[in-house]
C-alpha cells in the first residue's frame, strides 16, 4: 500500500520523513473515494502463454487482448485449460513462457477470483467473511463499513451475523461474491461460480453478476461450461480447444439481455456446434 | 413401543430440567438395584458393600479431612500432568503439521515411543523418580501427549487446503493464515484428542498411585485393600467415575463455547 502512495505522489512534496504520514493518509483516503466513484476495470494484454503439467501441455501458446471493462466469457470442454489460463491470470500459478500484463503495476487487491466454492471460512461470521475480501485494508477503521456495504451490493445485509452454514447454496455465493467485490477490484475472474447451483437460482446470480459489472466496471472474466450463460452474460466468448483460443465470437446483443431470445439461442447454437465439432474430432 | 411414545411425547411435556437429568437416570437406577441386592443380602457384602456403606464410609473420610485431601493430590497430579503433557503434544502437533522438516525430523520418532505403552515404563520411572510427585507427572504427561500430539497433526493436516489457497489469495500473512484459517480448521479434530487425553489422564494416574504413591486416591483405595476396607476401595473406584465425567463435561463445555460454528455442537 505504501509503495502505491508513494509512487502517486510527486517526490518534491517528500521534503522530509515527519510529513510522511499525514500526507500518506490523506491521500490514501482521496484514493478510496475515488476509486469508489468510478471502479475503472484493468486492460489484460497476454502474449504466447504457455503451460504444462508434467508432460501434459495445458495451454499452448495464447494471445489474447482484453480491454478495459470487457465481459468476457470462457468456453469449451473439461480438460481444455480454461480454467488453467484464468488460474494464471489471476497469479495463482505460476507461467512456463509468455506473459501477461495488466498495462499498469497492480495491487493484490485489484485482482479477485471467485471459484466453484464459496471457500467461506466456517468458523467466521458472514461480515467477517466478507472482510477477509479487504486484504491489507482489513485493518482500517471502515472495514465494518466496507463489508456491510459489499454485502447489501449482493443483498444479503441482512445476514451479516449468521454462521455461513445455515446459508443455502445461492447465499453462500453471494458472500462469496460480496467478498470479493469488497476491495473493488478492477479484474474479477471467475471460475465456474455458478456450477453448483440449481437453475433458478443460477439465473438470478447471472444477473447479479451482470449488475454489479455494470455498476463496478471492472473487466470480468467468466470461465464456464454453459454456453447459455456465456452468451448471456458477455460481451465477448472464447472457445479454448486444445490449449489454444479456437474461436473469438462477439456478442453484440444489448443490455438488459432476454434470455432465450433468438439472437442468443442462435449465437449458442453456433458455438455449441464449434464445441462438438471439436468433439467429433477427437 | 415405549421408545416411540418417548420420541413423539408433546415438546411441551419435556420440561428443559428434566432433559438435563434423563442422563442420570441409568446410574442412579443401578445404585438403587445394588442397595436392594445388598440389603437382602443378595449380594454378600465381603464382596461388595451397599451403597449406603460406601456414603457413610466417605462421610468418615471426608470428616477426618482425608478424601479432601486426597481428591486434592490427584486432582492437581492429574491437572499438571496434563498440562505438561498436552502443551508439549500441542507444540509438536503444531510443529509437525506446519513444517515438513520437522515432521521428518521428529514424527518417525514419535510413532515409536507412542507405541511402547507408557504403563510399561512404570518400574523404570520408579528407577528415575522413585515415588516422587515427578514420577507421576511424568507418566500422565507422557500417556496425554500422544493422543493431543496425533489429533493435533490430523486436524492441521486435513485442514481444506481450499481454504488456505482463498486465504493466500486475499493476502493473509503466514500468522493470520494460521490464527483465522488453519487453527479453527483443526479445533475440532484437537478437542477430540482432548477427550482421549483427558480418559488416558486418569487411567495413567490411577495405576501409578496404585503402585507408587504415598497419597492420592490410588494411594488411599491400596491402603484400604490392606486393611479390608472395601467400602473404602469401592468409594474411590466411584470418585474416579465422577471425576472422569467432570474432565468429560468440562470439554464439552469447552467445545460449545469455541466451536458455536459448527451445526454438530448446535443445540437439537
Known sequence: ?282 | MSLIDSVSLPRSFRLPRVDGLIQWIVPLAIIAIWQVASVTGFVPTRVLPAPSDVLLAGWKLLLSGELVRNIWVSFWRASIGFLIGGSIGFAFGLANGLSQLSAKLTDTTLQMVRNVPHLALIPLVILWFGIDESAKLFLVALGVFFPIYLNTLHGIRTVDPQLIEMGRIYGMSDGELFRRVIFPGALPSIFVGIRFALGIMWLTLIVAETIAASSGLGYMAMQAREFMLIDVVVLSILIYALLGKLADSASRVLERLTLSWHPAYWKR
Do not use: Y
Not at chain 1, 114 to 135: D, H, K, Y
Not at chain 1, 203 to 213: D, G
Open chain 1, 1 to 282: 500500500m505504501q509503495t502505491a502512495v508513494r509512487s502517486s505522489l510527486p517526490e518534491t512534496e517528500f521534503t522530509s520523513r515527519a510529513n510522511f504520514a499525514p500526507h500518506a493518509r490523506v491521500v490514501r483516503e482521496e484514493r478510496q473515494g475515488e476509486r469508489q466513484a468510478q471502479t475503472t476495470g484493468l486492460p489484460l494484454s497476454i502474449r504466447g502463454l504457455r503451460k504444462s503439467f508434467g508432460d501434459n501441455e495445458v495451454l499452448r501458446g495464447i494471445d489474447l487482448h482484453i480491454p478495459a471493462g470487457q465481459f468476457v466469457a470462457i468456453v469449451g470442454r473439461s480438460g481444455c485449460g480454461k480454467s488453467t489460463l484464468l488460474r494464471l491470470i489471476a497469479g495463482l500459478d505460476k507461467i512456463d513462457a509468455g506473459s501477461i500484463s495488466f498495462g499498469q503495476d497492480v495491487q493484490p487487491e485489484d485482482i479477485r477470483v471467485m471459484f466453484q466454492e464459496p471457500r467461506l471460512l466456517p468458523w467466521a461470521r458472514v461480515l467477517a467473511n466478507v472482510e477477509v475480501g479487504l486484504g491489507r485494508d482489513r485493518a482500517l477503521g471502515d472495514a465494518h463499513a466496507r463489508a456491510e456495504k459489499a454485502l447489501t451490493e449482493v443483498g444479503l445485509a441482512d445476514k451479516r451475523d449468521q454462521w455461513p452454514s445455515v446459508l443455502s447454496g445461492g447465499q453462500k455465493q453471494r458472500v462469496a461474491l460480496g467478498r470479493a467485490l469488497v476491495s473493488r477490484p478492477r479484474v474479477l475472474a471467475f471460475d465456474e461460480p455458478l456450477g453448483a447451483l440449481d437453475a433458478l437460482t443460477r439465473i438470478s446470480m447471472q444477473r447479479l453478476l451482470e449488475r454489479v459489472w455494470r455498476d463496478q466496471g471492472f473487466t470480468a472474466i467468466l470461465v464456464t461450461h454453459d454456453v447459455a450463460e456465456a452468451v448471456a452474460l458477455a460481451d465477448r466468448v472464447l472457445v479454448i480447444d486444445e490449449g489454444r483460443i479456437a474461436h473469438d465470437v462477439t456478442v453484440n446483443a444489448g443490455r438488459p439481455r432476454q434470455r432465450g431470445s433468438a439472437e442468443l439461442a442462435g449465437l449458442e447454437g453456433s458455438i455449441l456446434s464449434h464445441l462438438l465439432s471439436a468433439d467429433d474430432r477427437t
